[in-house]
């Protein structure tokens, strides 16, 4: 078999071609010590008392918000989602 080839704007192009070449990464990978710094971080924010505290309360305020516009906009929604969806005038040729 010869080399994968594709079809772009009617002509016959190899597929190396159509590679990108970046000449620097395009992120850059921490080591293993960067890793498990930035985890035991994560993990020390994430068990602080004040945080689960805040976390929860915030959680609980969009909750209540969420419910409101639920109650506020149910028809609203409900109408919408079975409206027809609107014709787009381009693919009408």
Known sequence: MGSI????????VPWTSLLI???????????????YRDL??????ASDGESKSFAYKRLQYLDGKWNL????NER????DSKAPPPSDPQLMV
């Not at 070449?21 to 890793?35: G, Q």
């Not at 035991?40 to 924010?45: E, F, L, Q, R």
């Open 40 to 45: 035991d971080s994560i993990i020390y924010a």
């Open 69 to 72: 516009y639920i109650l506020l």
């Open 21 to 35: 070449v970046a000449s620097e990464p395009i992120a850059e990978v921490p080591t293993l010590r960067e890793y």
């Open 76 to 79: 609203q929604e409900m109408l």
């Open 5 to 12: 080839k594709y079809i772009q704007m009617a002509r016959v």
